[in-house]
C-alpha cells in the first residue's frame, strides 16, 4: 500500500525566513504534486514533477523530486503572509490516476 | 485553468433525508472524476471513482447504497448521501482529470452538515 508522510505536520515561520517540507513516500510512483488548500476552500494545484530530478518553481516556492530516494521538498524562500495555507504533497500509485494524500502541513507566515 | 464547478458549496439538512452534490467539469470534458472526503484538520481520502456511462468504483469501506454516484455524462458527476446521519458530516470535494495534462482539477468543496 503507498504511503505518503510530510514532515513536519505543522510549522510556523517568521516572513523573510526559509523553510523546506519535506514528502516521502513508500513505493515506486510515476509523478508527485503539490497543491494549495486554504481553510474551507478547495485544493489548488502548485506543481507537477515527472522525473527524477525535476525541479519546478512558482514565485517564492521551488519543488523537487528524488525518486531514488522516494523524496519530493517543497522549499519556501522568503516567506510572506499570503503563503499561509496547508500544502498536501500527493502521489499516484504506479499507472494508476487515484491520487493518495499525505497528512498536509500547516504552515503559518507570521509578521 | 481548468474549472471544475461544483453546488451546493454548503448544505444543512436533518437526519435521514438526501443530498445531491454536483460536480461539472466547465470547460473539457471528463471520462473520470473522483470524490473525497475530508474529515477537519484531515487529509483528504479518495471515496469512488466515478467513470462516465458505467458504475463507480467504491474505496474499500465506503458504502455503494450510502454514497450514490452517478456520471451521466461527460461533465457531470453527482453523489447522493442517501438517509444522511450526523456523521455523514463532513467536506466533500470532487475532482476531475484532464488526462494530457496529468493534473486533477479539484472543485470548491461541499461543507455537509447533518443536523
Known amino acids: 500500500e503507498l504511503k505518503v508522510e510530510q514532515n513536519p505536520l505543522f510549522l510556523s515561520m517568521q516572513e523573510g525566513k526559509n523553510y523546506t517540507i519535506y514528502c516521502n513516500y513508500s513505493?515506486?510512483?510515476?509523478?508527485l504534486y503539490w497543491y494549495r488548500q486554504d481553510p474551507g476552500k478547495s485544493l489548488e494545484s502548485l506543481f507537477v514533477?515527472?522525473?527524477?530530478?525535476a525541479v519546478k518553481q512558482e514565485g517564492r516556492l521551488m519543488a523537487s523530486l528524488d525518486t531514488k530516494a522516494r523524496l519530493s521538498t517543497l522549499h519556501i524562500t522568503a516567506a510572506v503572509h499570503d503563503l499561509s495555507a496547508t500544502y498536501f504533497c500527493?502521489?499516484?500509485?504506479?499507472?494508476?490516476?487515484?491520487?493518495?494524500f499525505g497528512k498536509g502541513t500547516k504552515l503559518t507566515v507570521n509578521p | 485553468g481548468a474549472v471544475v464547478s461544483q453546488h451546493p458549496s454548503r448544505v444543512i439538512c436533518k437526519s435521514g433525508t438526501s443530498v445531491k452534490i454536483e460536480c461539472r467539469s466547465l470547460?473539457?470534458?471528463?471520462?473520470?472524476m473522483f470524490w473525497y472526503r475530508q474529515f477537519p484538520k484531515q487529509s483528504l481520502m479518495l471515496m469512488a471513482t466515478?467513470?462516465?456511462?458505467?458504475?463507480?468504483?467504491?474505496e474499500q469501506g465506503v458504502e455503494k447504497d450510502k454514497f450514490l454516484i452517478n456520471h451521466a455524462s461527460l461533465t457531470l458527476s453527482t453523489l447522493t448521501v442517501t438517509s444522511a446521519h450526523p456523521e455523514d458530516s463532513s467536506f466533500y470535494i470532487c475532482?476531475?482529470?484532464?488526462?494530457?495534462?496529468?493534473?486533477?482539477?479539484f472543485g470548491a468543496g461541499t461543507r455537509l452538515s447533518v443536523l
Open positions: 466515478s467513470n462516465e456511462g458505467s458504475k463507480a468504483t467504491y
Open positions: 514533477l515527472l522525473s527524477n530530478g
Open positions: 513505493t515506486t510512483s510515476d509523478r
Open positions: 475532482s476531475a482529470r484532464i488526462l494530457a495534462k496529468n493534473i486533477q482539477y
Open positions: 500527493v502521489t499516484t500509485q504506479g499507472g494508476s490516476e487515484k491520487l493518495v
Open positions: 470547460d473539457f470534458q471528463a471520462t473520470t
